[in-house]
């Protein structure tokens, strides 16, 4: 398999995670969705990572698609989530929120650098609040739970999620991500982030130039 995309995204820091945690082998192409648009549209045409190239050929193209992939051919027993359930419901809820504050995140990134001299102000409220709220509802939330992780003692899809959501909201907005607030977040983030397969998926942000 191939993974295409830079460890700075979220979205793929998070596949390649669940890959070595199922150690599944696969190659990395590290290309940009601005320097390296061409290259990545001859497997997506929408330009976008993460994008996975399996070993026959067949691509996927987004993060919920690739990780659907991964757990049907890990199995069951070895899943990052329930087969079924509320746990899984919750699991996908928890996800949903993860994802949608690292989406949040970037197009906040987006609007500032891309638009730095006429950023829309209604746009970048709208964000901040979105952002805002989900790190409120992932906190309280985390702060309920008294086990290692999401869901007891084994590592699995929300907390990925988050963990990478964190990291990336925290490096492209300064101040937002705030560790007196948010201090079940900030326990879990640290949690992760000091295990090794997340310092060996990791890269520091850089800001996309306008």
Not at 120 to 142: F, H, M, N, P
Not at 183 to 197: F, G, I, K, W
């Amino acid at each position: 398999m191939i993974l295409i995309g830079q460890y700075d995204s979220p979205f793929v820091r998070r596949v390649a995670i669940a890959l070595r945690l199922y150690g599944f082998n696969f190659q990395h192409r590290p290309w940009s969705t601005f320097g390296d648009a061409e290259l990545i549209a001859a497997y997506n045409p929408l330009r976008r990572v993460p994008t996975l190239v399996l070993d026959n050929g067949e691509t996927l193209i987004e993060s919920a698609m690739i990780l659907d992939y991964l757990d049907e051919l890990a199995g069951p027993e070895k899943a990052l989530i329930a087969a079924r359930g509320p746990q899984r419901r919750q699991c996908l809820k928890s996800c949903a929120l993860a994802t949608g504050l690292a989406d949040k995140a970037v197009s906040l990134l987006y609007e500032r650098v891309l638009r730095k001299d006429h950023p829309s102000q209604i746009w970048v409220e709208r964000c901040e609040a979105q952002i805002g709220a989900v790190l409120d509802a992932l906190e309280k939330e985390r702060a309920a739970i008294a086990s290692p992780f999401w869901f007891g003692t084994r590592i699995g899809h929300a907390d990925v999620a988050v963990a990478c959501a964190l990291r990336f909201t925290g490096e492209a907005h300064a101040g937002v991500f705030d560790d007196v607030r948010h201090p079940a977040l900030a326990d879990h983030a640290s949690r992760c982030e000091a295990m090794q397969v997340f310092r060996e998926f990791v890269q520091p942000l850089i800001p996309p130039k306008g």
